[in-house]
């Protein structure tokens, strides 16, 4: 993947590298779809007014915000966070005015945790917890498959399905 090539140290490449699970742009999803369906059916009510013309420009205003703010910033920030992990480290970064992210070396790692609901279960997601040598435990929610990514962070993942085994 082309994301973190450019923060790669030599000899180093990268094992996995995620978006947060696609459950969180079900409600995202939903809002796209209620303001267009609602939008919709009140530029049709509004035809038939005198006013139909201020309506239709408040609606597409009111519209056009709602999705912004409910579609498009969610949307955004999923597709500008990744959860990372190269031979070295552990890597998360997200933001999209402000970046913000999280370089955790692998042999920093004292252990390394996670917690699955029924729903995540279910969808084949789960929290992630990560103690480090000198930090708090760090939680990365919505993580896809982390029981892999436990597992290739503990250095028993399975060479035979990505090809590779982890270093360090």
Known sequence: MAYPDDLLGEGEHVL???????RMLIRPLLVLLVVGVGGGYLAVLAASSSWR????????VIGGVLLIWLFLTPLLRWWTTHFVVTSQRLMVREGVLTRSGVHIPVDRINSVRSRRGLIDRLLGSGTLIVESASDEPLEFDD????DRVQSLLYGTFDEDSEG???AG
């Open 143 to 146: 993580i896809s498959d982390v």
């Open 53 to 60: 013309t201020p309506l239709w420009g408040a609606l597409g």
């Open 16 to 22: 996995l590298h995620r978006h947060p699970h696609w």
């Open 164 to 166: 590779q085994h982890p």
